[in-house]
């Protein structure tokens, strides 16, 4: 693993180092029993709450769950919570496939569920997979249960496997001033923290600085106290007064001055990737020390509500609570965590209570779920199976969207026995003259680009560049353009990368993906120079891959950047990911035996991350060493037997070798285990037609059913037509050309069907 830690190319160190907006504040962590005696209340409000109960180590207080030699079935299987003396233990299955004792260190989180942690000799915390439901008994809960229950030892979320790795998944948000201390050399950690649960500093800041100050106004009441009294944050609300204007419905901003409470809860309440441990996401940019997750498929559904866990922010940021500068504590107490005034009051707080009343707005029970704001505009999803969150981006329910764009709705989601369609007709005899509804929206561009359609490219362009989007919406716009080249696509790019907000900007960088090197170096070089790490560095990242195209004064140009870009990936080499982008680089800068040693690594430490079995595939390929990429991508395919993306690269291979047997069988795992991936059935069909044309048009028709995408359907059309001298491929042809002609122009089919006539 050594070899690993040596990168053996002229850059300089990084860049984000020596940035003065990244500085770390001088003062120390000094706990948080020092902020008892000034401030009795706010200790008072902590004590018990989620911050305070984030995590613990394991005794009588903290552990909830049933330790008193209680046996739990799964999947025919015996496992055992039980009590050494003080100590906790399981005895539960472990990856060799055998059961052990293990000894439980810590605790995390407490309601509706808490789970438990495994601290190994190598420094890993590892979550057990069974969880304690922490609900009375009347709601299902005082039981154990399994909180993944299909995994196996394969799967990232394994228990003993990266996904549920405390030191990299979860001590930076449930620790206070937490150091992860990974040692790459010997793959080993030595985590540490100030405080083990999420104390007054992780929010304040360092405090040594506050107390000294406040120590020296005891003493000297007149002296001059600096701006936040020693503490280098605002962590105050950014609307001091709200007022009413004629003809709204809720009272607005006199004047919003930006503070720092957002960018300090978002650290933990969003989905995001670390960059470092130095980066000041405070003062500075947020994508200074973290990498937002933007508005992506696998979080979010197209109209921008929660699929995945998104722990808020992302959410927030699409609202227009974030336009007029509500911040969490108008709604939430930032030390007990609970609301600030009853549930159907918070709303009222500037929403005129008349306005939204049930006779007026809801139009259902006064006083009931139905009526309450939070059931239509922040509906709740639940995860972890027993933990609902509710979503933070208040969207106006659009059941008129929801046909067709197969997003939720809040109306039939209650209303399980009507359609969307019932839904929208209703909303429209209620609100007739609503402003929301039939408006344009830019879930319809995500849906079609989800989908494959041909309007796709334009529709995300012009929301790209609508100023009246909130600004991650129009980044994952940009970031969803992945592939595109049109007219309005460069149009786009060229505005965004000018761009004042960052999320816009690192929007560009995958937007741009559908470029060649030199013409995607004109439209990213400007940002190699962002002050935002985050932009640059993924910027760097991205044209790295035409270094051989480049001249001496771009690669200078690209240089520090690309530390910058190194850097993080050092940071992250903990993980699979970090050390196939490390061998990216290094393969792309010609150094390729290091490239080759960091995919190694990757797979050492994470065997089950496709993208290293991929990319050394791809490379020794390069290297003409086809026998060595084929080993490869078989070593990952018993590595990880769910993959889909390895058997479709190993078929895509075995098809340059033409061994065609072999090829379509791979491409039919690879298609049947992505189940909805339009393109692994498209290309499994265009392998079937020399040996079955129909099944080949069927393979391809599941692809057009998947995607929408009329050219799956064309495909389809033009194999049997191909074929059609062939027993009975003449009536599939029939029924191909006729559905191909409700969805393309008559021409098109005419002129397929003279071209196989001819044939």
């Known amino acids: 693993m050594g070899i690993l830690l040596a990168t053996g190319i002229a850059l300089s160190p990084p860049a984000f180092a020596q940035s003065p ?66 100590e906790f233990w399981v005895n539960i299955e472990g990856p060799d496939g055998q059961f052990h004792d293990y000894q439980i ?27 304690w439901d922490s ?24 228990w003993t496997n990266t996904g549920q790795n405390w030191n990299f998944m979860c001590a930076d948000c449930h620790s206070t001033n937490l150091k992860k201390n990974y040692e790459p050399a010997t793959n080993t950690y030595s985590t540490s923290w100030s405080e083990i649960n999420v104390g007054c500093e992780a929010c304040h800041g360092a405090a040594s600085e506050h107390i000294k100050l406040a120590q020296t106004a005891e003493k000297k009441p007149n002296i001059a106290i600096p701006s936040h009294f020693g503490f280098d944050r605002d962590l105050s609300k950014s609307v001091k007064e709200w007022v009413y204007q004629q003809g709204s419905k809720t009272l607005q901003p006199k004047t919003i ?23 000041d996401h405070i003062n500075g940019s947020f994508f200074d020390r973290y ?11 197209s109209d921008g509500q929660i699929y995945d866990e998104d722990y808020v922010y992302g959410s927030f940021l699409q609202s227009a609570m974030a336009e007029k500068g509500v911040t969490c504590t108008n709604c939430h107490d930032p030390h007990s965590a609970k609301l600030v005034i009853p549930e159907e009051a918070v709303c009222s707080q500037c929403h005129s209570a008349a306005e939204y009343s049930a006779e007026k707005h809801t139009f259902h029970l006064p006083n009931s779920e139905a009526s309450k704001c939070t059931t239509c505009h922040m509906p709740e999803t639940t995860y972890m199976q027993v933990d609902p969150r509710r979503d933070h981006s208040w969207h106006v329910p659009r059941a008129d969207l929801s046909q067709h764009t197969q997003t939720p709705n809040v109306c039939t989601q209650c209303h399980d026995d009507k359609t969307d369609q019932w839904a929208d007709e209703q909303i429209g005899r209620w609100f007739p003259n609503s402003a929301h509804r039939n408006q344009q929206h830019f879930s319809v561009a995500f849906y079609a680009d989800s989908i494959g359609h041909q309007a796709a490219p334009d529709a995300l362009a012009y929301v790209a560049q609508d100023a009246s989007i909130s600004s991650i919406i129009r980044a994952s716009s940009l970031e969803r353009m992945s592939g595109n080249n049109n007219k309005n696509t460069l149009v786009a790019l060229g505005r965004a990368v000018k761009h004042d907000n960052e999320m816009i900007r690192l929007g560009t960088i995958a937007g741009s993906s559908g470029y060649n090197g030199i013409d995607r170096w004109r439209i990213l070089s400007l940002l190699l120079g962002d002050p935002v790490l985050s932009v640059r560095a993924e910027a760097a990242g991205a044209l790295v891959r035409y270094w051989r195209e480049l001249n001496p004064a771009q690669k200078q140009t690209l240089k520090t950047p690309l ?3 190194i850097a993080i990936q050092e940071f992250n080499s903990d993980r699979g990911f970090g050390r196939t982008n490390l061998g990216n680089v290094y393969r792309d800068i010609g150094q390729t035996q290091k490239a080759i040693n960091y995919y190694l690594g990757a797979i050492e430490i994470e065997p089950y991350f496709e993208n290293s079995y991929i990319n050394l595939a791809d490379l020794y390929r390069a290297q003409g060493d086809e026998r060595q990429a084929l080993t490869t991508l078989k070593q990952g395919i018993d590595a990880q037997p769910q993959s889909s993306v390895l058997p479709y690269s190993m078929g895509l291979a075995l098809l340059r070798k033409k061994d065609y047997v072999e090829a379509r069988r791979y491409l039919r795992q690879a298609a049947e285990q992505a189940s909805s991936d339009s393109q692994y059935w498209y290309v499994y069909g265009l392998s079937l037609e020399p040996v079955d ?20 359907l064309y495909a389809q059309c033009e194999v049997l037509a191909r074929n059609v001298q062939q027993g009975d491929i003449a009536k599939a042809t029939e029924q191909c050309f006729s559905a191909l002609s409700s969805v393309v122009p008559s021409g098109v089919v005419e002129q397929l069907k003279a071209k196989s006539q001819r044939q």
């Open 563 to 565: 530390d910058d870009y």
């Open 693 to 712: 044309v129909l099944a080949a048009g069927q393979a391809m028709n599941k692809a057009y059913r998947l995607s929408g995408n009329p050219q799956h």
């Open 257 to 279: 001055k930006a503070t720092n409470q957002l960018q300090t809860c978002a650290q933990c309440h969003s989905r995001r990737t670390q960059l470092n441990e130095t980066g």
């Open 291 to 301: 990498r937002l997750n933007l508005i992506s498929p696998e979080l979010y559904h």
């Open 21 to 86: 907006a990244m500085v770390e504040n001088q003062a120390e962590y000094v706990g948080s029993e020092a902020c008892i005696d000034c401030h009795q209340q706010a200790w008072q409000a902590w004590q018990g709450s989620h911050h305070d109960m984030a995590m613990k180590h394991a005794n009588d207080e903290s552990v909830l769950g049933n330790f008193n030699n209680a046996v739990v079935d799964h999947q025919g299987k015996r496992n055992r919570f039980f009590r050494k003396d003080k």
């Open 105 to 131: 260190n810590y605790t995390f989180a407490f309601e509706p569920l808490q789970q438990y942690m495994v601290e190994f000799d190598d420094g890993r915390v590892q979550l057990i997979p069974f969880a």
């Open 135 to 158: 609900r009375e008994k009347a709601q299902g809960g005082q039981r154990w249960f399994h909180l993944y229950p299909d995994t196996t030892p394969t799967d990232e979320f394994y």
